[in-house]
């Protein structure tokens, strides 16, 4: 597995649709200060399901939107849309190649796809599960990463380590259940006042 495409469409500086290719290894990415070189690190970990404007240097998640520029209006969404090579089949999908993309508009909502049909976030985050890649994933380590890395505490640490594990989509799971559980919970208690009255 490998990431083999990412286009960026109204994504932070890049109006225009721009698509970079990437070949198996190392790939370096190299521009002056302020040429867009982060913008590109952020819309993988967007379009990998990010849901925190802050992890992505903006204040809400509009700020990933083209804020327009002296040459050119803002623009109502934007849109990353990032190809993986799936030849080895590390990603639990029967598709040589799999397409993730994200869409999100001004006047609000978001869409999601995976190889183009329509999905939700949480379809995309079990599908990178235990891939080592995903938005919160150590896969990503952006600037005054390493020292949040250094200077965790140690509940911090244990995070990093269950992430590396693939602990977390279990932990995911579990939260779920235990949501779901609590409701039927809470309905049973409903059900149990309603026999009450009706005995
Ligand atoms: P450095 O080498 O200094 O870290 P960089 O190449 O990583 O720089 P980025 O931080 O990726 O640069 O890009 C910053 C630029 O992106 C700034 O010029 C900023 O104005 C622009 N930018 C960020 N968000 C938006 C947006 N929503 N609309 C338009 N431009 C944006």
Sequence with gaps: ??????????FKS????????????????????????????????????????????????EDVIFA????????????????????DRTLDIDYTEVTISRTIFRNGGSEYAINGAPCRLLDIQ??????????????????????QILHATPAGHRAFIEEAAGILKHRRRKERALRKLA???????????????IR
């Design 68 to 87: 327009g520029s002296a040459s050119r209006p803002a623009l109502g969404r934007a849109q990353v849309s990032l190809t993986i090579d799936n030849t």
């Design 14 to 61: 890049f109006a225009s649709s721009t698509t970079l290719r990437f070949e198996p290894g190392i790939t370096a990415v190299v521009g002056p200060n302020g040429s867009g070189k982060s913008n590109i690190v952020d819309a993988l970990t967007w379009v990998m399901g990010e849901q925190g404007a802050k992890n992505l240097r903006g204040t809400s998640m």
């Design 126 to 147: 079990e599908l990178l599960s235990d891939t080592g890649l995903g938005a919160q994933m150590h896969v990503i380590v952006g600037q005054g990463r390493l020292d």
């Design 183 to 197: 409701a039927t919970e809470a309905n049973l208690a409903r059900l149990d006042d309603l026999l009450g009255e």
């Design 1 to 10: 597995m490998y990431l083999k495409e990412l286009t960026l469409k109204g």
